[in-house]
């Protein structure tokens, strides 16, 4: 059996972007992920389909699992020989526990590593606009822990910490604001002291509450700050109103789910996360090729049949030409061939193998390719669709309609993703830049309730499937474009930013 092992990750504070490359690299090779519930569900949605995930999450009076069994847990994983990953919110050895969970591997002589996180202490004020140190408010920064060990009473020794100069930061301590504020002012500080309470930091969700040490417990109350959230306390709380920055953002208030093929998520996402977003990464789709398929091997050996190649997606696009080259078929062979792209991702696809594309419509859709092929095949001349089993049908009808000569050749699936287990608690909208990521999302949903959400739609065939799924607030791109979609999401979340 080979050797098992732990990484211990920090997960940070929510914003997806704050997860360690390390910690992400760790992540996609686990074979088992247990998880708290401050882990935020972009991070949870990286977890790599095939690792078996357990939620393990602690909340106040309410604890999935004792950590005595989470520490067992850890070692019977890693003694099967499994790569075993402990993720955490914020940083693990700061008021993570995680010194304690390594203290029964250690003891076993099972090999374990520490991935360390951004600490939700530091992260969260700076996201609300509060540096935690500055030469002309503090010069250090204290970190202090509000919640009670089970079956301990370890007061907080307010006296101390009224004394001290620097930026006072709480963690855990929502339940105990008012006692924290009060503890301070009977101790001798002042009672007009800034003071901030930041609930959700770093996610589309954050709310900061900035008052000072008398009223701050109401003005919490008032705006219903709930748990997570960080407490700060000293001078440094006076610079939030100056500093101010996530909101600002274009899409600094919105979470937004990105349904696109896993392989191809990345770079819409990073668009996104770019302007602001909270964005929560939800496969709904992926590409299979079609291993066994004469017809395709076939169709690769007799291309001097064919005079166009016109491709419907960038997914096809990879998969020919790696057929192509798995068959050791020269690209030379091509030479006589023109080329079509449904748009400009399938259109960059094709090019990266060093072939230009002849054409490519202007509305990125199947009617429009097929319409714009019918004007430049000439009748005797034959294209050839190497695409998906169950690709749209309008575009062979055009041909056919036209008396165009083609030939449809399957050379991938859309397999839709299984349903997950890791959904936001709440969303303002869903992007799809397909049909079929429509269908696929809404599998994946199975029963959970989403037509509130709003669609943003890459062309009229997606808004349609949309429509026709329960979305009653479809918003379609002007264009068929993902830099065009991305535009028309910033156009909107702005407009319902502002009606707020």
Known sequence: MKQGKIWLVGAGPGDTGLLPLKGREVLEQADVVLYDHLVGTGILNMIPPSAKKINVGKRAGNHTMPQEEINLLLLSEAQKGKRVVRLKGGDPFLFGRGGEELELPASQCIPFEVVPGVTSAVSVPAYAGIPVTHRDFASSVHIITAHKQAGKDDPLDFAVLSRLKGTLVFLMGVSALDSICSGLVQAGKAADTPAAILEQGTTARQKCVTADLKTLPQKAKQANIQAPAVIVVGNVCTLAKQFTWAEKRPLGQSRIIVTRPRRLISSFSKKLRDLGAE?????????????????????????????????????????????????????????????????????????????????????????????????????????????????????????????????????????????????????????????????????????????????YCIGEQTANEAKKAGFTNCITAKQATIDALVHTIVETETAEKERK
């Not at 030479?335 to 449904?342: T, V």
Request: proline content about 5%.
């Open 279 to 455: 964005v929560i990464e939800l496969p709904a789709i992926r590409t299979e090729e079609i291993l066994e398929n004469p017809a395709f091997d076939d169709q690769l050996h007799h291309l001097h049949r064919v005079h166009w190649l016109a491709f419907t997606s960038a997914a096809g696009a990879e998969i020919f030409f790696g057929r192509l080259k798995k068959q050791r078929i020269d690209i030379r062979k091509l030479a006589h061939l023109k080329f079509a792209a449904i748009g400009s991702a399938t259109k960059n696809a094709i090019e990266t193998y060093g072939i230009l594309v002849d054409y490519t419509p202007k509305q990125y859709s199947a009617q429009a390719l097929a319409q714009g092929l019918v004007r430049q095949i000439r009748q005797e001349e034959t294209v050839l669709l190497p695409r998906a089993a169950e690709g749209t049908p309008c575009l062979t009808e055009i041909l056919k309609k036209r008396n165009i000569s083609y030939i449809d050749l399957p050379i991938y699936r859309t397999v839709y993703e299984v349903p997950v287990s890791c959904l936001p608690d709440s969303a303002d909208a869903v992007a799809f830049t397909s049909a079929s990521t429509v269908k696929g999302f809404c599998m994946a949903m199975q029963e959970r309730p989403f037509s509130h959400l709003r669609a």
